[in-house]
């Protein structure tokens, strides 16, 4: 086995063992007092001084305009990668992953549907910069500033090729899981980007087994495949993306123009790089508006039939919540098809609420997955369909370009281009002539 | 020169073994700790819980008063040991995080270092045609994108098909049945259902009648227009129910429940069937007197006689008088007696079966099966126990089955027991059924209000729904009755008696009957038929203004509705049930 691997493999059991290791806890048993002795009440410490928020709202915005200083105007991957380090150790470790921008998605959406429902400023805040800046500068916040793609980036030690093909469709399960999880939110099932946040027990060394073992496998997958979580599953990622594209200034490869050189070609691990077109034959023009116009003729049916896909899943959907949960096994114990009762449902019944306000609880919550699973489903369609349409419309381009939306702002690239490098040795001959 | 071109690629493979070698050791410590880790969570997940258990094992014993020292030593060490390894394992997880990431970052640095001393940058493979490159990848794209929905979709199915699918007011019941299951082959159609007296106040359950030929005189003395007379076994509240010529009725006391069967044309009985206790012992019952233990009319398909009784027994025979089944709903709790009655939608037997108070969770709607009456949905009703019947009308959006109880005016879907729609208006102990007319479900809340409501919407409907109300002469048994541009109230006491226009709810006039009224009104054509308590028949013109045609004493109590058929009356009187109709 070559040394290198050898060390992959050690990372990757590394990895395996500390999610074992830190495996949940259990309560320390009160010891039996005999001598009239009364259990203090238990307290519960009080939350994080909002001072404390607000120097996370000013550190991340001073991150992300650093990190776009670092990105557009010095282009320096040294720095970038400094400051994503920076970032790392603040938002992850120390402010332990929370809050996010990535999971505050899920505080806005819910906001936005149930009026009683109110966002503190500072995950307003926070949910928004980066949105913000996106418009101006693309992904800056990817790059250098998120905690979940520092931790991904700083494993990335033998990157491989993934084909475009696969990595389009891959990047449907981001649009699953953002739908999803907003679905979920709304309903108020629960806020499963938190919940299943694969690297927050890591930053807080410890957490549940599942979500250590998820966040290994993502780690250990990171190894090879330039930030996995990034590129296919992170639901902020997919808004970024989306509003990247629309960003005043893109990341270039090359400082001033490229000379297509193609020493960029494979710098990026996370397939953002996209080739010169070439010019279009009449023949490819042909096929592609043919198959242009079946997909436009398509698109609505495949908008209906993911709404009715969705519709089909809504029943198990709905079973994530617990109140649906709980009426599901109230009602096969008052049925006689289990035997014996949970803690939830005892709990439930000591609470002398009636069965039946639970049942029209569980059939209003059911009845409003149902909706959100027509509006997932739709969604899923109209992805899909939009991602069919865009792989058939042609892109004309006659330089390596970083594709806007897709590019994570880390600053790799840079170093591969000779025209960069043109301009670090003038910069330094400048230097050398001012300073002597 | 060529001494410093040597010395570089020397320097670079010492610094990669170097960081290698930084990895290593990074790799190594880690690997320790989490060696140390690991060996602890075993004691802690594995060898803990069985001390534990031992533990409890003794402390049992020691509980039981057994005095054994060595046993309480014993239980000592055991305690002290898992103490002490629970105490280890916190120690030690607090403490090894921080050296455990330490290591790792160490282990990283080194691999990173050794990664970038590796000189592999990616070099561009010769020759390429980027439009044929690109023909390639957003064909391979459009592929894969599609064999993802493809397969998402297939998943779909899969786990749609693997979803549970639980309708919580459809709780079946495993109720034994007596007997076999009638082999009847149909149902009967609405227009037969129309031509004949199914159920409590006729087809629809809205007390009017589809024939106008009936006599709005008779007289009990010289016999006019009485067409026969026949005794009734058991006394009973409930109201005559007819098919072509046979005509039904209960009856019971504390002891003894009863269907009868009487030949239409000459008031032969025909058949007598009993009825068992299924489940719930009639004399356990404390039924108000004016309920009586035979209040609920029974229901008529043409094939079978359902009849439900207040001990929550519900019966079927077949037109030889043969039972079919019975089954018993439950322990009723009811302050006054149950007085519903039965209502029938194509192959089910719907009961409202409501118990105790709202948050009793003792009320439900009932669905059987006609044929075997097991439980086809059963849903479950917040509601106070009432003594309404439910009506069943066609909507634009599907027909609903009406309810009323307090607090809630509900409507719910006759084929799955699921509800359509509600109103928390309903108020005081109800007994007044709701109909329907000029599409307005109208309720009565007893001497509050009556309310017209558009039947629509759904979950809580709102107060859009509510076309109008009125205050005046609200009855508190009797249900009410239109004609189509009025709507007839008729209280207990005294025969009061408030016409509302069925537009907009305002009083079109109110008189008084005199005596004490249980029966409800009745529409035949264009007049109005109401019997008081005493036995008295009135007849009245359905008019904006009040018009007595006919005052036809009976000689015996009523305090049932009565049955319309063509050329035909039938009223229950306290012993005879009564025939009339024009006689030659």
Redesign the interface.
Known sequence: MR??DL?MT??G??LC??A????Q?RR??PP?FQSGYEMPTTETPPPDADFYEYIAVAVLAAALGVGTYFIFVKRSRKYAWALMIFSLAFFG?WRMGCVCPIGATQNMAVSMFDPGYAVPITVLIIFLLPLALSLFHGRVFCGTVCPLGAIQD??L??PLSV????E??LR?LGY?YLGLALVLAITGAGFIICQYDPFVSFFR??GNFGVLAIGGAFLIMGVFIGRPYCRFLCPYGILLRQLSRLSKWKVKISPDECVKC??C???CPFGAIR???????SE?LAARKK?LAVLILLFPF?VL?GGF??S??S??LS?SHHDVRL??RI??E???QVEGTTDESEAFRGTGE????L??L???IQAEFSRGSWILGGF?GLV?GG??IK??I??NSDEYLADAGDCLACGRCFE?CPRERLRLSKLQEDKQVLYG | MAEINNNKPRNKQSLYQTAVGIAVVGGLFSVLIIAVLGLRYFRYSYILPMQENRLAQIKTELASGAEDEALLEQFRELDFESRKIRIQWYDFTSMAGYPLLFNLAILLIGAKLAKSLQNDKPMPVPGIKYSQFYVYTDSMSRRAVMTAFVLVGGMTIVIAMLSPEINYFAIEEDEETDTAVAAVPGLPSREEIAENWPRFRGPGGLGVSQYTDIPHKWDIETGKNILWKSPIPLEGRNSPIVWQDRVFLTGATETQKQVYCYDAASGELLWQADVPDKDVAGSELDLYPDTGYAASTAYTDGYQVYAFFPTGDVAAFDYDGNRQWVVNLGQPDNIYGHATSVVGYEDKIIIQYDNGLHDDDLSWLIALDWQSGETVWRTPRAVTNSWTTPIIIETQQGNQLITVSEPYLTAYNPDDGLEIWRTDRMSGEIAPSPIYDNGLVMVISPYVEMAAVEPGGDEMIDESYFKWTADRGIPDIASPVSDGQRVYLLSTYGGALAVHSIQDGNLIWQDQLGGEFHASPSIVGDKVYLFSIEGVGYVLEAADEFVKLAENPLGQEVHASPAFVEGRMYIRGEEHLFCIGYSE
Do not use: C, M
């Open positions: 040394r290198k060390l050690i990372l059991v590394i063992l500390t074992i290791a830190a495996g806890t320390f048993p039996d470790f700083v494993v030690l033998k084909p475009f093909w696969l389009s469709s449907l699953l060394l410890s193609r020493l070609e494979d710098s080739k010169p077109t070439g010019e279009a034959s490819e198959i495949i039939a896909g969705g089909q899943i029943g198990l079973r009426a599901d009602y096969l008052e049925s006689g009636s069965i039946e306000s049942y029209e569980s059939a209003e899923i899909i991602t069919l792989h058939t042609r892109r591969y």
